[in-house]
């Protein structure tokens, strides 16, 4: 009895088995991107970049103050960070077909913000730049998706619920401290997550959205400075200087930071979602658009857990790649407005940003937990788990990475079966 292949099976396992993880093809025509964009997707979309321009945002303009850097110099680090990656995130998220969404790393703009005490701006670029190179030669490898898969999945989804859990927490601070805006967005959520029906008139997530700003504009809380008449960007093209105390200091840290934390979040939180991420290809184009970031004084590109996190949270599987899209789109044009978007996102009260981004990572929270306690490897996810909340750092390295080090010796050690069984 003979058999036939099905050519597209066949060639969806070739995609998955090449060192480099190819698109499918044909690409998703125009009438295809507009037939599969819906009000969830642009919902989405539209709230990833939000979070991405404020919380995230603050640690950058907090990080290039305490290096003493110019208004000049952080705006043109806000402009690389949204214009280049939103060309990157559209590009990828349409190519794929899946939300692959790339901003930059906030443990290694935080590990930035540290080492500027004592290190020059041009300085810390020869760093970007050298990690940016190395990043590429580890993806050209193409031994990055195997590493990756030889970690425990629970194992990883602890980190990202270690990661996760200050979302949640933010969202019950913002309740407390600030009732007026965070109340009603609250039940905007609840309200239209109840029903079906209610989800398909509006998403929760653009419910809560509309009731933040409707009790900001009615208890007067939107203040908008006006002094600054600056809205559109202008980048500077930044010269690094390489030192060896610049290169020792932050090369491998940054490099862990987007490799194996800020890129395995991403991977974990869409497989989660039933996406299978290229790793290879992320890698490579991660150290890419690092060196081209770096030009314009903008730190490491990696592919962002939370976000991701945010495109998948609701809406069907296989039109989650407009999500992706819809956000790559508006983060170019943060880029290019990114003093004004700034303006704007600074004249909002905290609570507001605090429950926009933890009613939209309730989903994730509650899919890493399951993920990480469901099954085997449950003492080392434990131990991964409150090891990234400590928030402990250790040679320059953030607790996400030494979180997950110790939750894989604690199984390898204590729960040995679990691999075999593997």
Same mark, same amino acid.
């Given at each position: 009895m003979t058999t036939t292949e099905d050519p597209t099976r066949s060639e969806d396992v070739h995609a998955r088995t090449a060192r480099f993880e190819r698109p499918p093809w044909p690409p998703a025509g125009p009438r295809r991107l507009i037939g599969d964009l819906g009000g969830t997707s642009v919902a989405n979309g539209l709230i990833g970049l939000i979070f991405s321009a404020t919380g995230p945002v603050a640690v950058i303009l907090a990080a290039g103050s305490a290096g003493g850097l110019s208004p000049a110099q952080m705006a043109s680090w806000i402009f690389g960070v949204f214009f280049l990656n939103g060309i990157l995130t559209a590009l990828a998220s349409w190519l794929y077909r899946q939300p692959l969404a790339f901003f930059w790393t906030i443990p290694g703009t935080i590990i930035v913000g540290g080492s500027l005490t004592h290190l020059s701006w041009p300085e810390v670029l020869g760093a970007f730049v050298v990690s940016g190179l190395l990043i590429v030669a580890l993806g050209l490898t193409g031994r990055v998706r195997q590493v990756m898969a030889m970690l425990p999945m629970p194992i990883v989804m602890a980190m990202v619920a270690g990661v996760f859990l200050k979302f949640g927490t933010d969202l019950v /601070?913002?309740?407390?401290? %600030?009732?007026?805006?965070?109340?009603?967005?609250? *039940?905007?959520?609840?309200?239209?997550?109840?029903?079906?029906?209610?989800?398909?008139?509006?998403?929760?997530?653009?419910?809560?959205?509309?009731?933040?700003?409707?009790?900001?504009a009615v208890t007067g809380r939107f203040? &908008? %400075?006006?002094?600054?008449?600056?809205?559109?960007?202008?980048?500077?093209?930044?010269?690094?200087?390489?030192?060896?105390?610049?290169?020792?200091?932050?090369?491998?840290?940054?490099?862990?930071? *987007?490799?194996?934390?800020?890129?395995?979040?991403?991977?974990?939180?869409?497989?989660?979602?039933?996406?299978?991420?290229?790793?290879?290809?992320?890698?490579?184009?991660?150290?890419?658009?690092?060196?081209?970031?770096?030009?314009?004084?903008?730190?490491?590109?990696? &592919?962002?857990?939370?976000?991701?996190?945010?495109?998948?949270?609701?809406?069907? /599987?296989?039109?989650?790649?407009?999500?992706?899209? $819809?956000?790559?789109? &508006?983060?170019?044009?943060?880029?290019?407005?990114?003093?004004?978007?700034?303006?704007?996102?600074?004249?909002?009260?905290?609570?507001?940003?605090?429950?926009?981004?933890? $009613?939209?990572?309730?989903?994730?929270?509650?899919?890493?937990?399951?993920?990480?306690?469901?099954?085997?490897?449950?003492?080392?996810?434990?131990?991964?788990? &409150?090891?990234?909340?400590?928030?402990?750092?250790?040679?320059?390295?953030?607790?996400?990475?030494?979180?997950?080090?110790?939750?894989?010796?604690?199984?390898?050690?204590?729960?040995?079966? %679990?691999? /075999?069984? %593997?």
């Open positions: /601070r913002a309740v407390g401290t %600030d009732a007026v805006v965070a109340v009603p967005m609250v *039940v905007a959520f609840v309200v239209l997550g109840s029903r079906a029906a209610f989800g398909r008139w509006m998403p929760p997530i653009l419910g809560a959205l509309l009731a933040g700003a409707a009790a900001i203040r &908008l %400075d006006g002094a600054n008449a600056h809205w559109i960007a202008a980048p500077m093209i930044q010269a690094p200087q390489f030192t060896w105390q610049a290169i020792t200091e932050l090369v491998i840290p940054l490099t862990i930071t *987007v490799i194996v934390v800020q890129n395995g979040q991403g991977t974990a939180v869409l497989k989660s979602a039933g996406h299978a991420a290229p790793m290879n290809v992320a890698t490579v184009a991660c150290g890419i658009w690092s060196l081209a970031a770096s030009a314009v004084g903008a730190v490491s590109t990696c &592919l962002t857990g939370p976000t991701n996190a945010l495109l998948v949270a609701s809406g069907q /599987r296989t039109r989650h790649y407009t999500a992706g899209v $819809v956000c790559g789109l &508006l983060a170019m044009v943060v880029g290019l407005f990114a003093p004004l978007f700034v303006q704007l996102m600074l004249a909002t009260p905290v609570a507001f940003v605090a429950t926009l981004g933890g $009613v939209a990572m309730l989903r994730a929270l509650q899919g890493s937990f399951v993920a990480a306690f469901s099954s085997r490897y449950t003492l080392g996810a434990l131990v991964t788990f &409150l090891v990234t909340v400590s928030n402990v750092q250790f040679l320059n390295i953030g607790a996400a990475f030494w979180g997950l080090l110790a939750g894989l010796l604690v199984s390898r050690v204590m729960e040995s079966g %679990d691999f /075999r069984k %593997d």
